[in-house]
T-cell receptor, first 113, second 115 residues
Framework: GESVGLHLPTLSVQEGDNSIINCAYSNSASDYFIWYKQESGKGPQFIIDIRSNMDKRQGQRVTVLLNKTVKHLSLQIAATQPGDSAVYFC????????????FGTGTRLQVTL | GAVVSQHPSRVICKSGTSVKIECRSLDFQATTMFWYRQFPKKSLMLMATSNEGSKATYEQGVEKDKFLINHASLTLSTLTVTSAHPEDSSFYICSGRGASTDTQYFGPGTRLTVL
């Protein structure tokens, strides 16, 4: 069935470096994507979103890139900080229906000092 | 951003009892609320979708008589785990979505432990 997956289960990054978390999605009809951050024992926290009519969107220290040709999504975190350590999930939505989220498997980001 | 709360954050109960978890949208009206279950080191699994004033729509494999969902107002949804068993132990997370958005905002989750 349709699924959203991540290339790397764990990413270790040194503090101050940039992080890139990747996600592949398989439903070409999905038109809305969200990145969530989940810290241990907490619910997912909205980070940034992007619609399929865009290729790039920037937030505060984060950038999401969408490549519809290869169905690939990435989250870039600039100047990674210890507080960025968490599991990051991408999620895809086909809007106009029940707009249910399909989550990827998650990538754990470990920030080393 | 939109804020969603859950209560309780943690609950321990005996096998065979029922447990109710509340999900509240604090600063927006959640016309749709979702309930998820998450196992350790796994992604979120959607259990059901509920629209205010309507019956919940359950995902395949989720027992509607075991996981009772009520969405009586635009700011409150409840999940009741009936006749809980140890295999129901999990992290339950709700999310809310407003009428004019596709974005879901999540609650902090409820850790259920059934002894």
């Amino acid at each position: 069935g349709e699924s959203v997956g991540l290339h790397l289960p764990t990413l270790s990054v040194q503090e101050g470096d940039n992080s890139i978390i990747n996600c592949a999605y398989s439903n070409s009809a999905s038109d809305y994507f969200i990145w969530y951050k989940q810290e241990s024992g907490k619910g997912p926290q909205f980070i940034i979103d992007i619609r399929s009519n865009m290729d790039k969107r920037q937030g505060q220290r984060v950038t999401v890139l969408l490549n519809k040709t290869v169905k690939h999504l990435s989250l870039q975190i600039a100047a990674t900080q210890p507080g960025d350590s968490a599991v990051y999930f991408c999620a895809e939505i086909l809007t106009g229906t029940a707009s249910k989220l399909t989550f990827g498997t998650g990538t754990r980001l470990q920030v080393t000092l | 951003g939109a804020v969603v709360s859950q209560h309780p954050s943690r609950v321990i109960c005996k096998s065979g009892t029922s447990v109710k978890i509340e999900c509240r949208s604090l600063d927006f009206q959640a016309t749709t609320m979702f309930w998820y279950r998450q196992f350790p080191k796994k992604s979120l699994m959607l259990m059901a979708t509920s629209n205010e004033g309507s019956k919940a729509t359950y995902e395949q494999g989720v027992e509607k008589d075991k996981f009772l969902i009520n969405h009586a107002s635009l700011t409150l949804s409840t999940l009741t785990v009936t006749s809980a068993h140890p295999e129901d132990s999990s992290f339950y997370i709700c999310s809310g979505r407003g009428a004019s958005t596709d974005t879901q905002y999540f609650g902090p989750g409820t850790r259920l432990t059934v002894l």
